[in-house]
């Protein structure tokens, strides 16, 4: 009989690595985890580890369980949470809804502007179904669906690079959002005369000081990646840990930058238009395809659809009128992705 927690210990060292990743993010000790890993290897009586250094490197029949691994854990949850539904709907007399705690990773701008009103929503509808929500970068959030560590993943694509396909996660649509070029407000965007603006040639641009998020994150990639394809190396005149300080810096004039239209704050007085050449990054809600069918899964994706398209209905032309909004410099700043 194998055990789901060693199990879960095996889907951890896939994704992480090393046994020393495993134990803390299990708060074991390496030598418990090792003992543990070597108690499974007797357990299903095959070699599922090879050594690499001072690393464990998993054969392809390691490989093979890891995937048997996740699709047993997450059908072990969804039957905990069937049944607990159930039971809750006969002691209440009354037919059974969807139930349990589901963990739903989001980087900034989703979270900011759809996926905190949709979790809002579903709280208000399903009183047995917990939401929680991790603010994960788009960069994370797939490796932390793999390993276990949210249950739903709302992330994206960088733009002009197609996300690898895995069989053993599937997407859901929930919006596409456009990529712009974000100013300093003129005198024309603050009397409402250019209200959609002028597409920009990014290539006419290459003397701009630009500003990024730090190096490593989807952000950054996207100015030093679009730039680089327009022909030019971006002078960066600004890194910031926060979308709420780099809109502050371009909303002074001292830099420009490029953002999906989700995460510019209507906060700040700054100028978002339309590049010549269009970029949309796709946003989806990624889930394991084990837990795709489990009711409180399916209920939070769904609902993440109904959100990201009212969102879709609701966004504002790309430049909004400066005037009707208060300065945002008293305004926590927004970190984001």
């Known amino acids: 009989m194998l055990d789901p927690w060693r199990l879960r210990l095996l889907s951890l060292l896939e994704s992480l690595g090393t046994v020393r990743a495993v134990a ?5 000790s390496p030598s418990t985890v090792s003992q543990q890993l070597a108690v499974l290897e007797r357990e299903v009586d095959a070699r599922l580890f090879e050594r690499a250094g001072r690393r464990l490197r998993l054969t392809p029949a390691g490989t093979a369980l890891v995937g048997h691994a996740r699709r047993i854990l997450d059908q072990m949850e969804a039957a905990r949470a069937e049944v607990v539904g159930l039971d809750g709907a006969l002691r209440a007399g009354r037919p059974a809804e969807p139930a349990g705690r589901v963990r739903v990773g989001a980087f900034t701008s989703a ?16 009183a047995r179904l917990r939401v929680d929500v991790w603010e994960l970068d788009p960069y994370d959030s797939l490796p932390a669906l793999r390993r276990g560590d949210c249950d739903v993943a709302v992330t994206n694509n960088l733009v002009d690079r197609a996300a690898p396909v895995d069989p053993d996660v599937l997407h859901t649509p929930l919006i596409d959002d456009r990529v712009v070029f974000v100013s300093a407000t003129t005198a024309q965007d603050e009397a409402g005369d250019n209200p959609a603006g002028d597409p920009v040639d990014l290539a006419a641009c290459r003397d701009l000081t630009w500003s990024a998020e730090l190096p490593g994150s989807w952000t950054y ?95 504002r032309p790309a430049t909004a009128p400066a005037g009707d909004r208060p300065a945002p410099a008293d305004a926590p700043a927004r970190a984001g992705r």
């Open 221 to 315: 990639e996207l100015v030093t990646r679009t730039c680089h394809k327009a022909g030019f190396e971006p002078d960066l005149g600004g890194l910031f840990t926060s979308y709420g300080a780099l809109l502050a810096h371009v909303e002074a004039g001292l830099s420009v930058t490029l953002l999906p239209e989700l995460a510019v704050d209507t906060r700040y007085r700054v100028a978002a238009r339309p590049l010549r050449d269009p970029m949309v990054r796709h946003i989806t809600a990624a889930v394991r395809a084990g837990s795709a069918d489990r009711p409180a899964v399916a209920a939070v994706v769904t609902a993440l659809e109904a959100a990201g398209g009212a969102e879709a209905l609701r966004r």
């Open 24 to 28: 803390e993010a299990a708060r074991l």
């Open 111 to 126: 979270a900011n502007t759809f996926v905190i009103a949709a979790v809002q929503r579903l709280r208000e509808r399903n």
